[in-house]
Structures are given as C-alpha cells and as structure tokens.
C-alpha cells in the first residue's frame, strides 16, 4: 500500500516517512489507534516503504519487485499476526497462516475492515477470535530466520488485544529483539494490552480521520459532492463506517424510520408487521447501518431542540423528520431509546432473529414515547 492510498493522518505519515529516512525505526511500536481510523492502512504502507528499493522522497515507488509483493501481501520478509478461531478438524494448532488467503482477499479489498467483519469473513459466527500461545511461539521462531529479500524483518500483529496472557510470551522478543527486527503491534483498546507489553513499546496514537479526508475519498469513489460531506460526518472520522454508509443508501435509512416511528406510535399493527418483513430481509451489515442512522437522527434532533442557534448537518428530509421527533422527546426519552437501540444493535451483531428484534424494539419504542 502506498502512504498516498493512505486516508487523511498527514502527520502520522510523516513521521513513519522521517523515521524511516533516519533509519531510526523503534524494533517495537504500537499503534493505538480509533476504529477505522486506519491503522493497518498505515502499518502496511509503511512497511512497504521500508522494503522498497527505490524509495521516493514521500512514498514507496510502488513499482519494484518488493513494493508489488508488498502489495500483494507476499512478501517473504512481511508477516501477518491477526486474530483467527481454530480450523476443525486439523491435527495441528490453528494459526494465522491458515487464514492467510482470506486475510489477503480480504484487506485488499477493504484495509479499514473491523475485526468483527473479519472473523464473520472466516466463517466464526459468534466464536471470538484469539491470538494463540501456539502464534506466539510461531512469530518467535519466525523472527529468528534471516532476511530473504530486504533489509528488515516485519511483524505486524493486527488487534493485539486478542493476545490476552499469551503477549508474555512475545515480552523477551519485544524487550531485545533479533538485529534488523520491526514488529509493529495495532489496537484500538489500550487497556486490554498487557502493561508488560505496554512498557516494552513506542506508542503511537492514530486518532480519527478528518471529516474532509473521508469526503474527499468517498468522492474519488463516486460519492456524488452533494453527500460527501453528510456522510463524512455520520461516519465520525471511521472510514470502514463511511464505506458502510455509503453502500445503505442514507435516503433510504430516512424513509425506513420515518416509517418505522409511525407504523410503531400510532400502531398500526398491519403496517408494522410488514415493515418488520421487509426490513430483516435487508442483511445484517445493513440493519446495523439503520440503527446506526437512527441513533444519529435522534441525537441531533435533541440538540436542535435544547441548544440555541444550533446547526444541524442534516439534509432538508432528516431535518423535517428531526422536528416531527422533537413533538414527544426530551432527555429522558432520548436516554431510553439510545439504550434500546444500542441493546438491538447488540442482538443483531451476535445473530439474533432479525425480524424478532425488530418487531421487539419496535413495542418497546412506542412505550418510551407514549409515556
């Protein structure tokens, strides 16, 4: 990947590019980082940088036989650590390896991707991914072989809190690491990291991607301008978020709730029933997209409400819908329904029956407003 492909986190990038150029590369960083604020992005177009040959003065050149492998994801000296569930049968212990097709596939297309989205991507259901003490192990006895190709040898461990107890294992390789060793460590959760690693790391913090950065992309993507920047703000610095949106249909998410305050309020038994039918055969990522929108909605329609001169980012149709809202909420109402739907968001993630959490948010909404 190249730092150009990169969205947004201009300092960031430069700071991998100056590190790089001084060849005072820490053999230990992690990269702490906001939900698709694009870490991983980062860790891969800085390792390409370090393996390439013909370096530019801001980028990897992207053309020799190191950057392609490096883009490709197969590059002898570049390994991958992520979190997998066990592949059964085998009688062998499950490691990162096994899943390495469906990882390349997978970040190719989509680098910002969560790791809920890629575990669901391995088939794991509602299994939790973990790093094992067998990867551990693995990445230590990997590390020790030389070079083939470049310079360095590259470790990147992607959700390193999946690591759990079995990060002591790594503590001796991150304290004195092989010469010529990078290991670069990607969470979004500092206090599930072991302080032991903690300690043994240069942290780097990745916050959110600005609003413009993300509009930009999702021009270059096709974006009409006229959404950009509406959906650039919905996403809230997470590009894999933006990519989600942009993909439901933002219109079509304001037609679904308007519908759904309606049929839910005044009742209307018929109406609800086949919204809910129609609605839970919409797929989960989309359904999510929806509660997701609707929290929004329903948090900028309070603030208009209650804060003078405020000024929503909402089109013409969300602002009408935002004020039909403000006739029966106030903040104790708005406490409910963010609780509620955050709870069905929840079900919906670990495979409950669609159309039943639907139709059950749906009850419980109209006695929060009724009330």
């Known amino acids: 990947m190249l730092f150009k492909d990169v969205i947004g986190q201009p300092e960031i990038r430069q700071h991998l590019l100056d590190i790089a150029k001084r060849e005072k590369i820490p053999h230990a960083q992690l990269f702490m980082s906001q939900p698709g604020s694009g870490a991983l992005a980062l860790a891969l177009a800085f390792t390409q940088y370090v393996v390439c040959v013909n370096k530019q003065d801001n980028d990897s050149c992207g053309v020799c036989s190191a950057c392609i492998k490096a883009q490709k994801m197969i590059h002898p000296d570049i390994h991958y650590t992520y979190p997998i569930i066990a592949k059964r049968p085998s009688p062998h212990p ?40 067998d990867e551990a192990r693995n990445i230590l006895s990997g590390l020790k072989l030389t070079t083939f190709e470049a310079e360095y040898k590259i470790q990147i461990i992607w959700m390193a809190e999946a690591l759990s107890r079995e990060g002591n294992i790594l503590l001796k390789l991150l304290e004195e690491p092989p ?7 990607i969470a979004e959760n500092q206090e599930e990291i072991l302080p032991t690693i903690l300690s043994r790391c240069q942290l780097v913090k990745i916050n959110k991607i600005d609003d413009a950065s993300i509009a930009q992309a999702l021009l270059k993507k096709g974006v009409p301008q006229s959404e950009t920047t509406h959906i650039a703000y919905l996403a ?6 933006a990519l ?7 219109h079509g998410n304001t037609r679904l709730l ?12 018929g109406e609800l029933l086949r919204w809910t039918e129609e609605t839970g055969k919409m797929g989960r990522e989309n359904i999510k997209s929806f509660l997701e929108y609707s929290t929004h909605i329903f948090r900028e329609a309070l603030m208009l409400l ?16 935002a004020s039909r809202i403000n006739r029966f909420l106030n ?10 739907i955050n709870k069905k968001h929840y079900e919906i993630e670990r495979n409950v029956s669609p159309k039943m959490v639907l139709m059950d948010m749906s009850l419980k909404v109209r006695k929060i407003l009724k009330k």
């Open 94 to 133: 499950s490691l990162s390896t096994d899943y390495i097709q469906e990882w390349r596939e997978a970040i190719t297309q989509n680098p910002y991707i969560n790791e809920l989205e890629w575990l669901q991507n391995i088939g794991a259901e509602n299994k939790q991914g973990n790093i094992t003490a």
């Open 179 to 185: 010469e010529k060793t990078i290991l670069i460590l």
């Open 236 to 241: 809230d610095g997470n590009f894999n978020e």
């Open 244 to 250: 989600k949106l942009m993909d439901s249909e933002t």
């Open 258 to 269: 308007t519908q759904w305050l309606d049929f839910s309020v005044n009742l209307k038994a």
């Open 306 to 321: 209650h804060i003078k001169e405020y000024s929503p980012r909402l089109a013409h149709d969300e602002l009408t819908l």
């Open 331 to 340: 903040y104790e109402k708005l406490s409910d329904i963010l609780q509620l």
